[in-house]
């Protein structure tokens, strides 16, 4: 497989539910990113991890919980979530954190839906 | 603090027709300018990005861009539209040394025959 690769592409869940979104770059790169898209609105930055490390927290609530066990990984957990929660959220990737001039490949997204 | 504009939130053009989409950028320094494309249930790709030098950058798919430093744009063009045009286009600023990348609202571009 090539590129960022993200599953699954569609979840349903309830409001007391557990899940995971999984993303997985196949780019030897070393930062990776969680947007979250919703209509009408800029992406958010949500969180970014360079190395393994959190560098970017932007406010996100804490029913977010992100995690990153290699460089080539990168999992949003997600536990008692709002229905305004509700969108597309995509997974990045760069070649580096620091100097880095700003070009990210991303995933096809993870569209949730909160009942 | 960085921010983006895309004044156009819906355009139609007829398939062949020529296309300028509008970007208008605030960053205190020389900007990175970036423009991605999003298909219908696809992630976001590169277009073409521009970081210094000729102020006429090309990109993938026959796009192109040119940076207006006086006006504060980055508008998008190509001269003929196909029907895989049709897609969400997003107007991105960043900076060297600084990974946060803001993007702009987006354009979301309909072809009709």
């Known amino acids: 497989e090539t590129g960022v690769t993200q599953t699954p592409r569609h979840l349903v869940m309830g409001m007391t539910n557990k899940k995971s979104l999984k993303c997985e770059q196949h780019l030897g790169h070393n930062a990776m990113y969680w947007y979250k898209q919703s209509a009408k609105k800029p992406l958010e930055l949500m969180f970014v991890y360079s190395l393994e490390e959190r560098v970017e927290n932007n406010s996100v609530p804490s029913r977010f919980s992100p995690e990153c066990p290699n460089s080539s990984h990168l999992f949003l957990h997600l536990h008692t979530l709002q229905p305004e929660d509700s969108a597309l959220y995509l997974c990045?990737?760069?070649?580096?954190?620091?100097?880095?001039?700003?070009?990210?490949?991303f995933g096809e997204g993870s569209r949730l839906t909160v009942l | 603090a960085q921010s983006v504009t895309q004044p156009d939130i819906h355009i139609t053009v007829s398939e062949g027709a020529s296309l300028e989409l509008r970007c208008n950028y605030s960053?205190?320094?020389?900007?990175?300018l970036f423009w991605y494309v999003q298909s219908p249930g696809q992630g976001l790709q590169l277009l073409l990005k521009y970081f210094s030098g000729d102020t006429l950058v090309q990109g993938i798919k026959g796009f192109e861009a040119e940076f207006k430093r006086s006006q504060s744009s980055f508008n998008l063009r190509k001269p003929s539209v196909h029907w895989s045009d049709a897609a969400e286009y997003f107007c991105a600023v960043g900076a060297r040394g600084y990974q946060k990348v803001t993007f702009g609202i987006g354009t979301k571009l309909q072809v009709i025959p």
């Open positions: 960053y205190g320094a020389t900007p990175y």
């Open positions: 990045a990737s760069s070649q580096d954190w620091e100097g880095n001039t700003g070009e990210l490949f």
